[in-house]
């Protein structure tokens, strides 16, 4: 029997090392992120669930790409560094191939996203028309489901003020 609580201890620890090795860097907003992933996909019965991540920063966005890949999900990424065909091409690779769409705000102007309801905001921008802006590029004319919006905010933090003031 004591081998068998050691060997249980020590499957329980491979499983745990497996868990940080698949899902990153394990800070509270990528856990989040992932339990909102697990979440939506069940209650919408359908594990191909479309979502647009949005993100302020593109070190983020990759890093979130990179988590995300690792774990077997597919993706497209868009940012204001590429040029107009490498956007076409990321919004068409999103619609026809692609779970998520990762962005920066420059996906939150001029693109018609309606084929997608989830919207994540991972970041959130100080000026409340920007998130306006994104949400816009789903919740319009065409759009058959329900949307759905997820806003990132961490506690304690000057982040949290900034969004009560608002």
């Not at 050691?6 to 090392?17: A, M, P, R, T």
Request: aromatic content about 10%.
């Amino acid at each position: 029997k004591p081998y068998l609580e050691k060997e249980i201890d020590i499957l329980e620890n491979c499983v745990s090392l497996a868990q940080k090795t698949s899902q990153g860097r394990q800070d509270s907003k990528m856990k989040k992120l992932l339990e909102i992933i697990d979440v939506v996909t069940f209650e919408e019965n359908n594990p191909q669930t479309k979502f647009i991540i949005f993100t302020e920063f593109i070190e983020t966005q990759n890093y979130i790409g990179e988590v995300l890949k690792n774990m077997g999900y597919s993706i497209s990424l868009f940012n204001g560094r590429m040029n107009l065909q490498e956007k076409i091409k990321s919004k068409s690779e999103f619609q026809d191939e692609c779970q998520f769409l990762i962005t920066t705000d420059s996906g939150g102007e001029g693109i018609n996203l309606q084929f997608c309801h989830v919207i994540i905001n991972y970041d959130l921008p100080w000026n409340p028309m920007k998130i306006e802006q994104r949400i816009g590029r789903i919740d319009r004319i065409g759009q058959t489901q329900d949307v759905k919006i997820f806003n990132f905010v961490l506690d304690g933090t000057v982040e949290e003020r900034v969004r009560s003031v608002l």
